[in-house]
């Protein structure tokens, strides 16, 4: 148990270096996120030759995904935009988001039933919000831009959810990647002639960044998360990702010392948020137990 632990904040911990290497590469959003797609949807499908765990799907069930495959490569590219719009800490503050939008979401798109306090801490959330905004003008565009991938985020995690009720999880990645990086070059044409860049192909350092990348930050957390998910509830790996963004904002501070260039407002609202996701776990959490513990009584009951 111990090590399925350590396997899955690992996998968080290597998903936190998304930012690091996205200002790392000196592509534009849309460009990087094309070649990300493309080198993770050619390593999805290697992956799923040799495993054999990729099922054929029907043209509805592979439509379905394709379109949250659609959301995962907006929402990249809307997180990579928050980046280079802003900086690694303000992506990051605003990816915590996701936590918040799901909650909210989820009862409307699932039809779970809504909490109060879902509602408390989305409203702590927001006032967070409101003070890195406030107090950060100069990275407006790049927290709009953020929201609105946490946005998108909470709605294909949602959706995943759904999903792996009845997939295994490489089918579902790989149909998802590979219909995101078709979706992404059909859309391309428009994005370049909207935000047109400079720069198309990336130097032989880049090349080897985005591999790295790839493989880091996609591949080998992937793997480590499965792992972990054989003897990890999906509720506590669910609970556990949230520390995504802790992680990538102690690791922009590490390596750009980013929090040199920001003003108090943005640590008191980014620990708004935080706070508002650490209290929204740990009351999901107990919650949880609660719950386990009243089957158990009431499975023994029913002997």
Request: charged share 15%; hydrophobic share 50%; glycine share 6%.
């Amino acid at each position: 148990m111990r090590q399925a632990y350590l396997f899955l904040h690992i996998s968080i911990l290597l998903w936190g270096f998304t930012g690091i290497f996205a200002r790392a590469i000196n592509l534009s959003e849309g460009v990087l996120v094309w070649y990300r797609m493309l080198l993770t949807s050619i390593c999805w499908l290697l992956i799923g030759c040799f495993s054999n765990r990729v099922k054929r799907l029907n043209l509805r069930d592979t439509f379905r995904i394709s379109l949250v495959g659609l959301l995962v490569a907006v929402h990249w590219l809307f997180f990579y935009g928050s980046i280079k719009y802003s900086n690694i800490s303000v992506g990051m503050s605003c990816l915590a988001m996701i936590a918040v939008f799901s909650s909210l979401l989820e009862p409307m798109i699932t039809g779970r039933r809504f909490h109060w306090y879902e509602l408390m801490f989305g409203l702590l959330a927001a006032i967070g919000m409101f003070m890195i905004f406030q107090f950060n003008a100069e990275y407006r565009t790049g927290i709009i831009l953020g929201l609105v991938s946490a946005f998108l985020g909470s709605i294909f995690t949602i959706q995943n959810t759904l999903l792996m009720t009845r997939y295994n999880s490489e089918t579902v990645t790989t149909y998802e990647l590979c219909s995101g990086f078709i979706y992404l070059t059909l859309l391309m044409p428009a994005y370049l002639f909207l935000f047109p860049t400079d720069k198309y192909f990336p130097s032989n350092n880049e090349w080897l960044l985005l591999t790295i990348f790839t493989i880091v930050c996609t591949v080998i957390p992937f793997n480590l998360s499965m792992k972990a998910l054989k003897h990890v509830s999906a509720f506590t790996a669910n609970l556990s990702i949230n520390m995504e963004p802790v992680y990538g904002i102690f690791l922009a501070f590490i390596f750009y010392h980013e929090q040199k260039e920001l003003p108090p407002g943005f640590f008191i609202g980014t620990i708004i948020i935080l706070l508002s996701v650490i209290l929204y776990m740990i009351l999901k959490y107990r919650q949880h137990r609660r719950n386990e513990k009243a089957e158990r009584v009431m499975n023994a009951e029913s002997l």
